[in-house]
């Protein structure tokens, strides 16, 4: 491949590579670094590649082995990351103050209940095994099959399969005990909580019931319920969606939260 057609190539994957990095690593200046540091990485192993799988499958690889580097030897976060971030962000006046600046100036300050769902699982997503947490991005939000997701962890297949269905079994246990929107005897209640902070004059369960994850909840089939929320992830690009200058400004308080968090517990 020549190096024309390999920037070419790169650049066709280069916003699921951020997207996927940044839901790894909770953090927007990591994803970018760990981009920039794949395309480099790709462009001096290039003469290598054989073409033994898809360049993006390749690309992936390399992306992941360097994120998995910058997070192996880092606490996960805890399941209830989003109760900490309001605790923290309740006694944090700046925090609101520099949340309603971005709400009302920024063309992507908006808040949507949607992307509030997808940040949710960026967030928690974090306080599952590394590996699980990997393979359940790679299979549920980019569409990768296990054949290929083997070739990204360098694991066998029987891994990967493991890794998906103890990471998916998890997630749903998570939000099954945690979020209002699809059991009402769930602990949390932000999306309806910074609803009425950032559109009072929004009713949220009309905002809510044109979401098919709220609609299907009374189904209580929660492996559906869990595709839904996958697709809703799926659909987000946390980097250019209407909320995503609001999300990313939450996602460094919770982020920052976490690390002082665990930094007490060490």
Not at 25 to 51: M, N, R
Request: hydrophobic fraction near 40%; charged fraction near 25%; glycine fraction near 4%.
């Amino acid at each position: 491949m020549s190096p024309k057609d390999f920037n070419k190539e790169f650049e066709l994957s280069r916003k699921q590579l951020k997207s996927f990095l940044l839901r790894l690593t909770a953090c927007a200046e990591d994803a970018e670094d760990i981009v920039q540091d794949t395309y480099l990485k790709a462009s001096d192993k290039l003469p290598g590649f054989k073409g033994q799988s898809s360049l993006k499958t390749w690309l992936f690889a390399i992306a992941n082995n360097l994120a998995y580097d910058n997070l192996r030897a880092r606490v996960r976060w805890t399941e209830n990351v989003t109760d900490l971030s309001k605790v923290a962000a309740l006694k944090n006046p700046l925090f609101f103050q520099e949340s309603m600046h971005i709400r009302q100036t920024s063309p992507h300050g908006n808040f949507e209940i949607k992307e509030h769902i997808a940040f949710c699982f960026t967030c928690v997503s974090k306080s599952i095994p590394l590996e699980h947490h990997i393979a359940l991005l790679l299979k549920e939000v980019y569409d990768f099959k296990v054949t290929e997701i083997a070739v990204i962890m360098d694991q066998t297949e029987a891994m990967v399969k493991y890794y998906l269905h103890t990471g998916r079994a998890k997630m749903i246990k998570i939000f099954e005990g945690r979020c209002a929107l699809i059991n009402k005897q769930g602990v949390c209640h932000q999306c309806s909580e910074l609803n009425g902070i950032f559109n009072p004059q929004q009713k949220f369960e009309e905002e809510a019931a044109k979401i098919e994850m709220v609609r299907a909840a009374a189904n209580n089939d929660k492996e559906h319920l869990f595709d839904l929320r996958m697709n809703l992830v799926k659909g987000i690009d946390p980097f250019e969606s209407d909320a995503s200058e609001l999300q990313l400004h939450h996602l460094q308080h919770n982020r920052t939260v976490m690390e002082e968090y665990l930094k007490k517990d060490l």
